[in-house]
């Protein structure tokens, strides 16, 4: 299988490989695809962990790369994960939230790897495309949430 052209490079200090385990048992379309280990020592290793790990998440080709505790994840940088219902917002949103991850505002929480997630319902979506008042009520709406309302967004484009 040739190599995708573009791939997103995620690095974390030591835990790529479990992050790439967690991600693909949480969303489909995701695997963990190889596991390559450093030929010798470097920086934040030694010859034989665990350097890169190539990746999936809902079909977004990755690497991990346990490159060390140098440099941090900001929100700058999140998968955004489009949820059909309540009930998928609620499975990905506990999942990421239960797994030591932490809650944000407006659809948005982190992993417990610093990771950044969007999960945001197609209604909100949809509700900010209609624009005009109807957008405005929803955005408004989402505003005052953490884990985004379906209910709520669909109440609120109603007026």
Known sequence: MATPKNIIC???DRD????AHFYASVFPDS????VHHAPSDY???KAGDVLTVDFTVAGIPCMGLNGGP???HSEAFSFQIA???QEETDRYWSAIVGNGGKESACGWCKDKWGINWQITPRALTEA???GGAEAKRAFEAMM????IDVAKIEAARRG
């Open 70 to 72: 140098a440099f941090k």
């Open 83 to 85: 949820t059909e219902d």
């Open 31 to 34: 695997e963990v695809k190889a």
């Open 16 to 19: 790529a490989e479990e992050a």
């Open 144 to 147: 005052e949430m953490g884990k």
């Open 10 to 12: 995620i690095w974390y």
């Open 43 to 45: 920086p934040s290793g």
């Open 128 to 130: 900010l495309a209609a």
